[in-house]
């Protein structure tokens, strides 16, 4: 769930011409893979889908109006990463 806020405005008379809040629900798809190539050190990837609902924004006078918002992206991450320690050093 996140929270929308939009706001037209104008850099002649200053104040907004129009705004609209909005919360909205979405969800994520997520797939990745890690690999251990050496002792205490792996190489991940991942991507993940992020995707909300669609809306119809309506603003307020004087601006008015309606603008529809779609928002979907993609987040792709690759990692390289090393384990300190491990169970030797809890052995005091």
């Keep these: 769930m996140t929270s929308n806020a939009y706001q037209i405005s104008s850099s002649l008379t200053g104040p907004p011409l129009g705004n609209s ?3 909205l629900l979405g969800g994520a798809l997520r797939a990745g893979i890690e690999y251990g190539f050496a002792p ?14 669609s809306a119809a924004v309506n603003f307020a006078a ?3 109006g ?19 320690g491990g ?3 809890l052995k005091y």
């Design 40 to 53: 205490n050190w792996s190489l991940g990837f991942e991507c993940d889908h992020l995707f909300m609902q």
């Design 62 to 64: 004087p601006a008015g």
């Design 21 to 23: 809040e909005h919360v």
């Design 66 to 84: 309606t603008d529809h918002i779609r928002q979907e992206f993609d987040l792709v991450t690759a990692r390289l990463d090393y384990k300190f």
């Design 87 to 89: 169970p030797s050093l």
